[in-house]
């Protein structure tokens, strides 16, 4: 046998018992041999080259963070003070029996916390991808180098779930300067806000790598950031809805995360521990979800 090829006869097919080279995908790199053969240390090379694609995005962003402190800073101000003491005093002094006997400003504060979330996670997760591939061509830069498109996605994503982190902890901040917060569970409440972004962010950053141009995004923000922002339990109870509205209102992931992070700023998490796990499981599944999807819409448009 010279090569592969049986000497006076037909070649080995592929995977049989002479064929001993090592396959290769679509970028050269091996996959595996005649019996899932892999390269020694194949399987821990992910998460390193991962981790150098958010390295990456960190770099970009210390250059640029001024831009984006200001409104990470200066939202949550502007909306729990508006909200929770100019709305608020109108709601406390005459209707206070909806919201449960607790202020407007404690009922608002959690739901503005998984609201800012989605908002952050569908920033960074639309424009910045997008403009990955036409504008900066950051992904194009990558796609010369060892990294593979779900490291890409992957270490983009690890980068969005650093800014959730970062914009979830000032709001946290405000609510204990403004005294929204009535209970020692509310730091639970952080982590259920990065979770909830994290739901928004891998979906929507799969399926914006798919997209040619980019009006797209006008529509999403539009129909429905805006709508889930509304109806989503954020400014006043769902019991004030109407019925269809209400059971279409309780299947939105925004109202998981509110509910989730209200829950544990009231305190009365304890009181539905079922509900609060079934909550957690509903954004576990749906960013599970767009993490698989990510990273086989990243291969199919970082491929060529």
Same mark, same amino acid.
């Given at each position: 046998?010279?090569?592969?090829?049986?000497?006076?006869?037909?070649?080995?097919?592929?995977?049989?018992?002479?064929?001993?080279?090592? =396959? &290769? %995908?679509?970028?050269?790199?091996?996959?595996?041999?005649?019996?899932? +053969?892999?390269?020694?240390?194949?399987?821990?090379?992910?998460?390193?080259?991962? #981790? !150098?694609?958010?390295?990456?995005?960190?770099?970009? *962003?210390?250059?640029?963070? =001024?831009?984006?402190?200001?409104?990470?800073?200066?939202?949550? &101000?502007?909306?729990?003070?508006?909200?929770?003491?100019?709305?608020? /005093?109108?709601?406390?002094?005459?209707?206070?029996?909806?919201?449960? =006997?607790?202020?407007?400003?404690?009922?608002?504060?959690?739901?503005?916390?998984?609201?800012?979330?989605?908002?952050?996670?569908?920033?960074?997760?639309?424009?910045?991808?997008?403009?990955?591939?036409?504008?900066?061509?950051? *992904?194009?830069?990558?796609? /010369?180098?060892?990294?593979?498109?779900? %490291?890409?996605?992957?270490?983009? #994503?690890?980068?969005?779930?650093?800014? #959730? /982190?970062?914009?979830?902890?000032?709001?946290?901040?405000?609510?204990?300067?403004?005294?929204?917060?009535?209970?020692? +569970?509310?730091?639970?409440?952080?982590?259920?806000?990065?979770?909830?972004?994290?739901?928004? @962010?891998?979906?929507?950053? @799969?399926?914006?790598?798919?997209?040619?141009?980019?009006?797209?995004?006008?529509?999403?923000? !539009?129909?429905?950031?805006?709508?889930?922002?509304?109806?989503?339990?954020?400014?006043?109870?769902?019991?004030?809805?109407?019925?269809?509205?209400?059971?279409?209102?309780?299947?939105?992931?925004? +109202?998981?995360?509110?509910?989730?992070?209200?829950?544990?700023?009231?305190?009365?998490?304890?009181?539905?521990?079922?509900?609060?796990?079934?909550? /957690?499981?509903?954004?576990?599944?749906?960013?599970? &979800?767009?993490?698989?999807?990510?990273? =086989?819409?990243?291969?199919?448009?970082?491929?060529?």
């Amino acid at each position: 046998m010279v090569g592969g090829v049986r000497v006076g006869g037909q070649p080995f097919p592929r995977g049989a018992r002479g064929d001993r080279s090592p =396959r &290769v %995908d679509r970028q050269g790199m091996p996959t595996g041999g005649p019996e899932g +053969w892999a390269p020694p240390g194949e399987k821990c090379r992910s998460p390193r080259l991962a #981790l !150098r694609a958010f390295r990456c995005w960190l770099t970009v *962003y210390r250059r640029i963070w =001024r831009s984006s402190i200001w409104s990470s800073v200066l939202g949550p &101000v502007c909306y729990l003070g508006a909200l929770g003491f100019g709305l608020g /005093a109108l709601v406390d002094r005459h209707s206070p029996a909806s919201l449960g =006997r607790v202020s407007y400003l404690a009922f608002v504060a959690p739901a503005l916390l998984a609201s800012g979330a989605m908002n952050t996670a569908m920033s960074e997760a639309s424009y910045p991808v997008f403009g990955s591939l036409k504008w900066n061509r950051i *992904y194009i830069g990558a796609q /010369a180098s060892p990294l593979r498109p779900a %490291d890409i996605f992957r270490g983009h #994503l690890m980068f969005m779930v650093m800014r #959730l /982190a970062m914009n979830c902890a000032v709001v946290m901040l405000v609510m204990w300067a403004f005294g929204a917060t009535r209970s020692p +569970w509310v730091v639970l409440a952080y982590p259920a806000a990065v979770l909830t972004g994290l739901a928004f @962010a891998a979906p929507i950053a @799969a399926w914006a790598v798919t997209l040619k141009v980019e009006t797209s995004f006008s529509y999403v923000f !539009r129909f429905v950031m805006m709508p889930l922002m509304l109806f989503s339990g954020t400014f006043f109870p769902l019991s004030q809805l109407p019925p269809g509205l209400r059971t279409l209102a309780y299947v939105t992931p925004l +109202w998981q995360g509110v509910a989730l992070c209200r829950a544990f700023s009231l305190g009365t998490a304890a009181d539905d521990p079922v509900g609060m796990l079934g909550h /957690a499981a509903y954004l576990t599944v749906l960013a599970a &979800v767009g993490i698989w999807t990510g990273a =086989r819409t990243y291969r199919r448009r970082l491929y060529v």
